[in-house]
C-alpha cells in the first residue's frame, strides 16, 4: 500500500495537472457542483468507466479537505488523481461478477478494457470509451470495425512485441553470465543484442511481412549487430541493427537458431533444457517431474561423448527413457550450436555434431524425423501443433488469465477462424477478440 502511494504521488509530480484536467473540463472552479462534474468526467477515463454515486461524493470530497488546509486547485484536482490510481479499480480491472458457472455478456465498457488491453495492453482510448458511452459496441460489425481501428496503430505492434518478450523469457538474457574460460569471447552487450535480433524478427515476420505465426520457426531472415554477426560467423553487412537475408545460410532461420533461445540450455547447451523448452512452449506439451532422490546434476562432454551421446544413454535407461524420449529428441538438431548460439562441427573435444533427430508430437503415435536442422524448423513450421500452441498462448496473453478446459470449445473455434484468416498474429488477434473469450464472460460457481 505504501509502495502504490509513494507510486501515485511520483505521478502526479510529473503530470502536467492543468494540461491534462483541461482535457476535461475548462473551468477551473472547486465548487461543489463543478468538482462533481470534473470528478465524473476524470473518472470514467481513468477508471475506464462511469463513476458510482458513492465514488463521486469520495472523490469529490477530496477537493474541500485540501482547500481548507490552503491547497490551490491544482493541487486538489492532484490529490484526487492520486486517490483515482491507487484504487482497487484503477490497479485490477474490476468487472460484475455473477459465479453461478455461466456466460453472459459484459457491458460496453468492460468489453472497450478488453478490447484495449488484448490488442494494446493499455486502458481504453477515448473513441473506445464513447462507442462504449453510446452503446455502439454490441453488434459484431461495430467491434470489427474498432479491432481493425486498433490494429492499425502502433501500440498494436508494441504490445505484441511485450507477448514475444514474455513467451520467450527473453528477460534472461540481463543476466545472461557464461563461463569466461568456457566463452573467453564474450562481451555483456551480446546478451541485448540477442533480444534485439528476436524482437526486431518478430516484427518482421508479424507486422511488415504478416506471415503465418508459424512461420516464426523458420524465415530465412534475421537482425544482427556486427558483433552478433561476428558471433555467428556471419559476414556482417553494415553498422547498427541491420536485416540479414539467410536463404544461403542453412543453419540459421527461425526462433530457435537465435542465440536468445540457445542460451536457455546454459553453457553446456543442456539438450534436456532446449527440449523441455520446445515441448513445453512451442508444442503445448508436458512431462512429469524426475522421481524424488534422483541426480539431476548436467553430465558434461567428454572424449568420445558429446550431448547427444549422453542423451541417447538417457533414452536407453528404463527409469529415464519414458520421459526423456518425449523431449530430448526435439534438442538433437541444435546440438551443433554451443551455450551461446555460435555454430560448430563438433564440441571442444572434438567429437562431432549431428543434426538428426525425431519430433513426436503430443498426441501423435508417429514419431516425424528430420535430418537437418533446416528440416526440424519445416516441420515446426507446418505444424497444427505448434499454430495450436501460438493461439492458446496469444490467447492467455490477450485475455490476462488461465485458460481451462470450459475454453476448449472456443478455442477450437479461434483457430479455425484464424486459419480462414491466414493464421496470421492479426488473424489471430481478431479471431480472438472476437469470440466469447473477449466478448463474454465465465465464473465458476464455488458454491
Not at 83 to 103: F, H, K, L, V
Request: aromatic letters at 8%; charged letters at 25%.
Amino acid at each position: 500500500v505504501d509502495a502504490y502511494a509513494r507510486l501515485a504521488e511520483t505521478v502526479v509530480d510529473r503530470l502536467d495537472v492543468p494540461r491534462f484536467t483541461a482535457r476535461f473540463m475548462a473551468e477551473r472552479k472547486l465548487d461543489e457542483k463543478s468538482v462533481r462534474k470534473l470528478v465524473n468526467r476524470m473518472g470514467t477515463w481513468v477508471l475506464r468507466g462511469p463513476l458510482e454515486e458513492h465514488e463521486l461524493i469520495g472523490y469529490a470530497g477530496i477537493a474541500p479537505t485540501v482547500i481548507s488546509s490552503g491547497g490551490d486547485y491544482d493541487e486538489a484536482v492532484g490529490y484526487i488523481i492520486r486517490a483515482m490510481i491507487q484504487s482497487p479499480r484503477y490497479i485490477y480491472r474490476i468487472e460484475n461478477q455473477r459465479g453461478d458457472g455461466t456466460y453472459w455478456p459484459v457491458n460496453g465498457y468492460e468489453l472497450a478494457s478488453r478490447l484495449s488491453y488484448a490488442i494494446w495492453g493499455a486502458s481504453p482510448d477515448a473513441e473506445l470509451l464513447k462507442a462504449a458511452r453510446q452503446d455502439a459496441l454490441n453488434a459484431d460489425i461495430d467491434v470489427l470495425a474498432q479491432v481493425e481501428r486498433m490494429l492499425l496503430d502502433p501500440r498494436a505492434a508494441t504490445h505484441s512485441q511485450q507477448f514475444a518478450y514474455e513467451w520467450l523469457d527473453l528477460a534472461r538474457l540481463d543476466e545472461l553470465r557464461p563461463s569466461p574460460h568456457q566463452f573467453p569471447g564474450w562481451k555483456p552487450s551480446l546478451g541485448p543484442a540477442m533480444r534485439e535480433e528476436t524482437l526486431a524478427f518478430f516484427h518482421e515476420v508479424v507486422w511488415n511481412q504478416q506471415r503465418p505465426l508459424t512461420d516464426l520457426f523458420n524465415a530465412q531472415v534475421t537482425f544482427l549487430t556486427p558483433e552478433l554477426a561476428e558471433h555467428y560467423g556471419i559476414e556482417r553487412v553494415g553498422d547498427g541493427l541491420q536485416r540479414y537475408d539467410l536463404a544461403h545460410v542453412p543453419e540459421r532461420g527461425g526462433l530457435l537458431t537465435q542465440g536468445s533461445l540457445l542460451s536457455m540450455g546454459g553453457d553446456d547447451a543442456s539438450m534436456v533444457t532446449r527440449g523441455l523448452f520446445v515441448l513445453n512452449s512451442i508444442l503445448r506439451g508436458t512431462v512429469n517431474d524426475p522421481p524424488p532422490g534422483l541426480d539431476t546434476t548436467p553430465v558434461p562432454s567428454s572424449p568420445g561423448a558429446s550431448q547427444r551421446v549422453i542423451a541417447e544413454g538417457r533414452l536407453n535407461t528404463g527409469a529415464c527413457s519414458g520421459c526423456h524420449t518425449v523431449f530430448e529428441p526435439l534438442a538433437f538438431g541444435l546440438e551443433k550450436f554451443d551455450g551461446l548460439g555460435g555454430y560448430r562441427e563438433s564440441d571442444k573435444f572434438e567429437n562431432a555434431l549431428r543434426e538428426d533427430g525425431f519430433v513426436l508430437v503430443p498426441g501423435e503415435a508417429e514419431q516425424r524425423p528430420y535430418a537437418t536442422i533446416a528440416e526440424l524448423m519445416d516441420v515446426l513450421a507446418a505444424s497444427d501443433r505448434v499454430e495450436e500452441t501460438l493461439a492458446w498462448k496469444l490467447a492467455q496473453f490477450s485475455v490476462g488469465r488461465p485458460l481451462g478446459p470450459h475454453d476448449i470449445a472456443t478455442m477450437t473455434t479461434v483457430i479455425a477462424e484464424s486459419k480462414r484468416g491466414g493464421s496470421t498474429y492479426q488473424s489471430l488477434i481478431r479471431a480472438i477478440v472476437m469470440s466469447d473469450l473477449i466478448r463474454k464472460t465465465f465464473t465458476e460457481s464455488y458454491s
